[in-house]
């Protein structure tokens, strides 16, 4: 193999705020040589996602901070050019934390899988709907939130990755359907195509009133994927035993103050609810449940979802806050290289 | 039966803040004659708990506000002095909602149950161990909070009546209890009477700093009898998977304002925590399962308990304040009248 050069996204200083293209360095290393056990991966999609941000800031959540001069942490898909590990040999495609950045040399161990083999899908819906996007969906509305036939079930950042599949998720097993989005676009997306129920556009209408019209007798299950004003106002429509589940609050992720907790916090006893932290990563051991499922309504369509991909890992930093103020049109991935042919 | 006059607090206007004995009127009235199925109850024993507050707000709880004009209502334990009805005879003794007044004319719909049958236990007990304080601490810990051996639970308001019992039921399935209370005399009681591992004075100490040191590897249980700082400083302090059983928020029963919810609430999802409102009527159905086992933890004298009588219904309105400074000594029971010979 010719020498390669590896580009390298560094985080250089924790970002306050929205991240800025110059909190991030981008470097360039040689690739080192493999030793007994490793191989040697050539990224080709990497997956923006809003957890991203939190990976950033200078505290343990569900993993620790990314380290000040390290590479950018990433979720991506890559093909093995070169192995000395009997398991990932050359030619494999892998998905897990290969970072930011165009290789990545792993012995096999933490988050680092093969591929699925499901025939005919696209490379990058193995970031979507067959990654972490398709098992966040699919084991937060189903294990947590427990959906049953004729819930109201209310969903923000509908028309997110996760928010789209889990109101699908939702329709197909037989709950009335809200979804809380950012424009009329995003809003008759999911109405239109997607078969909400209805939809709010969080913009321009009071959230809570039209809650209140919309699930005049509460919401049954809450699909959380931002905080603040639009989780107070679903925790202020709840129904009594109501299942929240707690999957993202992308809206405080750029918070540099503390936030307050949700003014409705006291319904959660009025109306018995649960209110459940979910992390998709707790759930990495069933997933097979889940894309068999998952791949079964693909390939029936009963799963329409939408991707924006960006060219050049050069653009991921300046990528991300798409993210943040709304303006990605689905799931959000960079190319880093092209695909091999197979 | 000579005419009796029924002496009954009403509610004159909702409070603001704290109670004030000029928002009741001490009203006298004639009992009216019995109708068929109808039964007379002479109230003994009149139960004042933090939720009695709630029910005086104008907001639709679990239950609807008291009316303006109405009779406060009430946990009592009574006797059926007369009787229209084959099931409440005469002599029989009852618990329910009888309201903070003399006598209560009953159909026997509602909540009204006939005591149970339990040898030697005294009368107040009813309202205790044996009555919605016992099933409250007794579903709530066990039901919600799901005690596993080693588990770290800790309480709030842990020497009030709820508290004092979920913190030794918490003992009994082989939890480390940690207890949170407003002087050192009560801090003092739980770990050296009632067997708690620890006692943290909220009036005194940080009760964040203290929870981190006593509990470095995060609560496994947190029964949540007050809201506010108590609150969010245990929900600082999560472990993985933890579970937090909202039976109580006193601390904001007499807000004036609107309450933001506690600051650490993403920790439920950094930590994957179940947070569940829960509320003692939902399980009124399953009490027999309850009192067999507080019975028995009774009769074996693992339960401690204290009770503060206060004599004379004029005594109610200013006498339940008291559950809201701290200066009760257990559980708050108002007498009505003398216990009947049996």
Redesign the interface.
Known sequence: MTAKINRQWLLKQRPIGLTKESDFELAETDIPELQSGEFLVKNIYLSLDPTNRGWMNPVE??VPPVKIGGVMRGIGIGVVIKSKNPRFKEGIMVTGLLGWQDYFISDGSGWMNILPSFPGVPLPNFLNLFGMIGLTAYFGLLDIGKPKEDDTLVVSAAAGAVGSLVGQIGKIKGCRVIGIAGTNDKCDWLTQELGFDAAINYKTESVFNRLKELAPDGIDIYFANV?GKIL?AALGNLNLHSRVV????IS?YNATE??????????????????????VT?YFKRMDEAFKDLHLWYTSKKLIYREEIVKGLENAPKSLNKLFDGSNKGKLIVKISEEPEI
Do not use: E, H, M, W
């Open positions: 959540t569900y905080g107070d707690i999957c993202g609050l405080q503390r936030i307050a907790g949700p003014y409705n916090f006291a319904n959660i006893l009025v109306k018995r609810a649960t209110v459940s932290g979910f992390i707790d």
